[in-house]
């Protein structure tokens, strides 16, 4: 690693802090608009301690000046405390880890075939531009961003669960293997079905997984992938267009290593944002396939959370979403450093 993308990486990370601390202001600036009684339920810790509501005011300070209650809820923020649950009846963050593994899953199937297959078919229909594949993917593209989806969800789920007698079920297991997962014979070391099933030696349920996963990942990657391969194209069209790509086919090199090496990196930049908010949207919970699915994830816990007004479980899910975006934008600016030097300078 050169000295100059070691020194922009440490400079990125060092923004991060205070970006983090604006963060948490502006979160703890939402929590101010409710009474001291509704801002107990944020430093709960168990249902004993939500009978003595007046203690827990007295203990944190909620009577206090704001900059004392900030300082006090941050540091109780730092510790993992983020209040209790009333949905689930936990800890807000025992209910974020318990849920976080089924969302990861399915970021974990979802994310990889979208950019893959948005980038691919960006670049074909950039290169073969005005021809067949070029109408058929924009079509593909108008199509898939349209389709709103909840209806494509639905769509999905009355045809090969309904009409098919049930090839792609809801949930993420079946009766007999979500039994089987919570008996003693089945160790837990992920959370996530498909890599515990495989690790456990159970290919059956590795399938039963499987099978209950592929719709919402169908309908992710068919929404998320229409706007990823217009990106690519629209990209991939300007960099082709650049004076070097004419340049280094003047000199004769081949069409595969002009558009890989010299077009296909520098159009990378605006698809790696993307990407990376994508990614970061995926993990944070994709809120209507996993309600529609019954997909018990992070977006499926904060939709129960924000209709019972379970005001400890959304500002946790919201300071956890806030998070998630800022290290995502910390990565995609190490890669832009990495794919384009001349940024390491700024």
């Known amino acids: ?55 827990i005011i007295r203990k944190y300070g909620l009577d206090q000046p704001i900059h ?27 209910a974020l880890l318990t849920f976080l593994p089924a969302t990861v899953e399915l970021t974990i199937y979802a994310a990889p075939l979208t950019i893959i297959l ?35 969800a639905i769509m999905l789920l009355a045809i090969f669960y309904g009409y098919t007698g049930g090839i792609f079920p809801p949930d993420r297991l079946s009766v007999e293997a979500a039994v089987y997962v919570q008996s003693p014979q089945f160790t837990r070391y992920t959370g996530i079905n498909t890599i515990d099933a495989l690790l456990n030696g159970q290919l059956w349920v590795f399938v039963d997984a499987l099978r209950h996963i592929v719709l919402p990942t169908l309908t992710l990657v068919t929404v998320q992938v229409a706007l990823l391969m217009r990106v690519m194209r629209s990209s ?26 010299h077009a296909g990196r520098n159009a990378m930049i605006p698809v790696i944002t993307l990407s990376g908010l ?18 018990k994830g992070v977006g499926w816990w904060f939709v129960r959370a924000a209709s019972q007004l379970d005001i400890p479980s959304v500002l946790g899910f919201s300071m956890f979403a806030a998070v998630l975006f800022v290290m995502a934008n910390l990565i995609v600016d190490i890669l832009y450093a990495y794919i384009d030097p001349r940024i390491r300078l700024t």
């Open 278 to 295: 994508l990614v970061a949207s995926m993990l944070n919970g994709v809120v209507i396939t996993e309600t529609v699915f019954n997909y």
């Open 236 to 261: 991939m069209l300007e960099a082709l267009g650049q004076g070097y790509v004419l340049a280094a086919r003047a000199k004769g090199l081949d069409e595969r290593t002009v558009v890989d090496k």
């Open 68 to 94: 004392i209650q900030y300082v006090n809820w941050l540091s109780e923020v730092l510790r993992g405390n983020l209040g209790w649950s009333k949905v689930v009846s936990r800890p807000v963050l025992e």
């Open 118 to 152: 948005g980038i691919y078919l960006g670049k074909k229909a950039a290169v073969h531009k005005d021809k067949a594949i070029d109408h058929l993917t924009r079509t593909l593209a108008i199509v898939g961003w349209s389709m709103p989806t909840f209806w494509l």
């Open 1 to 55: 690693m050169s000295s100059d993308l070691r020194s922009y990486i440490v400079r990125r990370i060092i923004m991060v802090i205070p970006v983090l601390l604006g963060v948490s202001i502006l979160i703890f600036s939402v929590v101010q608009l409710f009474s001291p009684v509704e801002r107990a339920s944020l430093f709960i810790r168990s249902e004993r301690e939500a009978s003595n509501v007046a203690g």
